[in-house]
């Protein structure tokens, strides 16, 4: 017996295992071309299964492939199903800490290789920098410098500085307009908030107020940065945003050691 359901082509003597992997693949190029759109729902599973001659279980194992990819969703109730999900770049962020953790990657080594692709985003950012991304960047510091000035007094004023720093970073990558080097340090910058996370949650006092001292200095290293960006000299800019994340990674290797083995996962 053979159907075919969008390009997908079965029949009873390949093992069903391998008619998962077929009907996921097929799904995953209709969504990845925007044949079905974010948001939709897939077929009802009857449908689906009576379209494509397979078993309840292998449909539902092509669907757990793409839900272990970010792909679709599968919603509960009367109305539910599989929604088509965007790509997830935090899947593949989840990915590639868990990879890293396995090779005993330590904390010197992800931030070394942070500063190296940021730094890059930094130097293609000056080259293609646009006013409305020169302006993000500068609302971002400036929400920094109304929270030191409000007092960083709390575990959760300084939470809120540390995600401002986080979005700058964001922004950097998102506004060099690369969208492979965007993706490669999002993914560098969501790996080490991870380790960051499990590192506080591991203090004796997770809520214990953390040196606040250099922060001003930080403000200052990134209004610098935007006044090179500005300039338009990008050999500058990315040296001057390279020998800050060296700075930083010092200020964090006071709490920890810089040779410690990144940890994701308890």
Not at 103 to 112: I, K
Not at 114 to 133: D, K, N, Q, Y
Not at 176 to 202: D, F, P, W, Y
Request: charged residues 25%; proline residues 4%.
């Amino acid at each position: 017996m053979q159907s075919q359901f969008n390009g997908v082509s079965t029949d009873a003597s390949v093992r069903p295992p391998k008619v998962s992997e077929r009907i996921a693949d097929s799904l995953r190029s209709q969504i990845v071309r925007g044949e079905i759109t974010p948001g939709s729902m897939l077929p009802p599973e009857k449908r689906m299964v009576d379209e494509l001659g397979v078993s309840r279980p292998t449909l539902r194992e092509a669907f757990r492939i793409l839900e272990s990819e970010g792909l679709i969703t599968v919603l509960t109730g009367a109305r539910g199903g599989p929604q088509v999900r965007w790509p997830d770049l935090s899947v593949a962020s989840r990915h590639i800490g868990l990879y890293l953790q396995t090779r005993g990657t330590t904390l010197a080594d992800l931030l070394e290789a942070r500063a190296e692709f940021s730094a890059s985003c930094v130097r293609v950012l000056t080259g293609r920098r646009t006013p409305e991304g020169l302006a993000e960047l500068h609302a971002c510091v400036e929400k920094q410098r109304r929270i030191w000035a409000a007092g960083v007094d709390t575990a959760n004023d300084f939470a809120r500085w540390v995600s401002l720093t986080g979005d700058f970073h964001e922004l950097i990558a998102h506004h060099c307009g690369n969208k492979t080097l965007e993706a490669q340090a999002k993914s560098l910058g969501e790996v080490l908030g991870a380790h960051r996370a499990l590192s506080i949650r591991r203090r004796e006092d997770p809520d214990a107020i953390a040196d606040t001292s250099y922060i001003p200095s930080v403000i200052a290293a990134y209004a610098e940065l935007l006044r090179l960006i500005e300039t338009g000299d990008s050999a500058a800019a990315a040296e001057h945003w390279r020998s800050h994340l060296q700075a930083s990674a010092d200020v964090v290797y006071r709490n920890r050691d810089k040779d410690s083995v990144i940890s994701l996962f308890e």
